[in-house]
């Protein structure tokens, strides 16, 4: 083969490897392309940078809402921006959103791009924190010159009745009657007994009982409460009307410990009237009763129990004859208390005045506002007007602090001996009832020795403060009466004319402290005791005539 033949097979054999190089070349770079053409439809999604905000967590206080929130990150990578919920929000990408929720709640913002159909997302968690639960008391009209005590109160409970005793399992009288078909009972709880616990006016929303066991069943059956209220303090028999049902289950599961039972409905008390619990239940199953505290208290409680079951006859329509009995279960009644300080710092406006309880003496009508804050610096407003009486309240009382009631029987000592100088008095047994002016007691109320009793002044509905008497009551010392001796008038503002038919050997006036301030010796059938230069007050006026003396209470008005 010549040199010009092989040259030219040679490049046909290079031409060939040439050829096959292009073509695998081009292959490649299709291949590289279209692989690149994926991945470019891929990157937009993979690629875009994540949703930021400028902060993933806030907390707020129930009732007001977040600051602006904001993107952090770039506006134009998605063209919408949702929030899921949407309840509770506001605003828009470009001022930033406002979160308003009712509770802590996380909220979840997508970022959606149509083109491509990408999202992305990224979460905001809102806590919601509770404001200070308060409540003002309302307070009566108070004289000018008078003060009123303001006082916030809040959820608690108080206890009435703190007795190491309990039932037995045999006893058909239990809080929870589960060996008789059916059971009824009712409580009586005075107002002072509630007051004194820390109860305050407002809503009780339950009460509880403590058992020592659960008994052998641990259940009853159509179980309810009714409450109502009562002007006495103890108990002779059912009370048929005047009830409200607060609380109904068809059946009721007790425990050992403190069964707290939340009414359905909540019982408005008023602060002053005392109440009664109405209990009734099914049981029937004959098993032990649970074993329940109690204290004991007089004629506070009524209950009947039968073994006929209610399918037959319902033992409240068959007028049972209650039995009385001073076994009165331990209750802890869910309701209003008297703030603690330490529950939430209290201000008060107008005085800038500090602390769950204040006393306010305004000139005239005045709106006060308080503010509770707690621990977390949430804070709830309240506001209470005090209406003032242009009267001047009067002044308190005029008597001795302790007084000696001498009388022939018991029956005797009444209010009406305490001897104090005054308008329209009223009496109290206690200083928080005179201050609350509630429950007064009637002129034929019975002393009791060494308690100390409370008067105030009324003058054109308005009340002073309350003056202390401590009484003690003395048998057999009571003063003899002369017959035909006769005396006016009584009160008194000048001269107090005392008749009889003999000659008046003497007459002496004593002071309220035991001061002889007037005697006189008339040795005359009338006598004439000129009193116009005494201050007002109580006097004792002795006389003596016929060889017999009597003590006279004389009132000197001003």
């Not at 005179?434 to 100390?452: C, E, F, G, Q, R």
């Not at 003058?459 to 003899?480: E, Y």
């Not at 116009?532 to 109580?538: E, H, K, V, Y």
Request: glycine share 8%; with cysteine.
């Amino acid at each position: 083969m010549d040199a010009i033949t092989l040259l030219f097979y040679k490049f046909r054999i290079y031409k060939k490897e040439v050829l096959k190089r292009i073509a695998f070349i081009c292959w490649t770079v299709l291949l590289f392309g279209f692989s690149q053409s994926i991945n470019a439809r891929k990157l937009p999604c993979d690629n875009l940078p994540s949703l930021l905000l400028e902060t993933n967590s806030i907390t707020i206080c129930s009732g007001n809402a977040t600051p602006v929130v904001t993107l952090k990150s770039r506006v134009g990578d998605y063209d919408s921006y949702v929030w899921s919920p949407a309840a509770g929000v506001t605003g828009n990408v470009t001022t930033g959103w406002v979160f308003d929720p009712a509770e802590t709640t996380t909220y979840t913002l997508t970022g959606s791009q149509f083109e491509e159909g990408c999202t992305k997302t990224i979460t905001i968690k809102i806590y919601v924190l509770p404001n200070p639960e308060m409540n003002i008391l309302e307070v009566p009209v108070i004289c000018k010159g008078a003060v009123a005590n303001l006082s916030v109160t809040t959820s608690g409970n108080v206890q009435v009745g703190r007795g190491q005793r309990k039932t037995m399992g045999f006893e058909e009288h239990s809080a929870f009657c589960s060996n008789k078909a059916q059971y009824w009972s009712q409580t009586v709880i005075t107002a002072a007994e509630l007051r004194l616990a820390g109860l305050q006016p407002g809503a009780i929303t339950g009460i509880g009982y403590h058992l020592a066991d659960s008994g052998n069943n641990g259940k009853v059956k159509n179980f309810s409460i009714n409450m109502g209220t009562t002007p006495n303090t103890t108990l002779s028999g059912f009370v048929m009307t005047g009830l409200v049902q607060v609380f109904e289950s068809s059946v009721y599961n007790y425990h050992k410990g403190w069964n707290i039972i939340s009414f359905s409905i909540p019982y408005l008390w008023d602060g002053m009237s005392s109440i009664i619990i109405d209990i009734r239940q099914e049981g029937g199953d004959n098993f032990q009763n649970p074993a329940t505290h109690y204290t004991e208290a007089e004629n506070t409680t009524v209950w009947a129990a039968t073994d006929i079951p209610s399918s037959s006859s319902v033992l409240t329509a068959m007028t049972p004859t209650p039995t009385l009995s001073k076994i009165r279960f331990d209750v802890q009644i869910e309701g209003q208390v008297i703030t603690e300080d330490t529950l939430f710092t209290c201000t008060w406006t107008p005085g800038a005045l500090t602390g769950a309880s204040i006393a306010v003496s305004p000139s005239e009508t005045t709106t006060y506002t308080v503010k509770g804050v707690n621990g977390s610096g949430c804070f709830t407003e309240k506001t209470v007007t005090v209406h003032v009486n242009a009267t001047e309240a009067p002044e308190p009382p005029i008597g001795a602090a302790e007084q000696t009631i001498n009388v022939g029987q018991l029956p005797e000592a009444t209010i009406a001996k305490i001897a104090v100088v005054g308008e329209n008095i009223l009496w109290y047994a206690t200083e928080t009832d005179a201050l609350s002016h509630s429950n007064p007691l009637s002129p034929d109320t019975s002393l009791i020795n060494d308690k100390t009793y409370y008067a105030v002044n009324v003058a054109d509905s308005c009340t002073s403060a309350p003056f202390a008497v401590t009484v003690k009551v003395a048998l057999g010392t009571t003063s003899f009466v002369i017959p035909g001796l006769q005396y006016h008038p009584n009160p008194v503002t000048e001269k107090f004319v005392i008749t009889h038919t003999d000659a008046i050997a003497s007459v002496e006036v004593i002071d309220f402290v035991g001061k002889r301030v007037i005697s006189l010796q008339p040795d005359q059938a009338k006598a004439s005791v000129d009193m116009s230069a005494l201050p007002a007050g109580i006097y004792m006026v002795k006389v003596q005539a016929s060889g017999q003396f009597q003590s006279i209470k004389v009132i000197k008005n001003k």
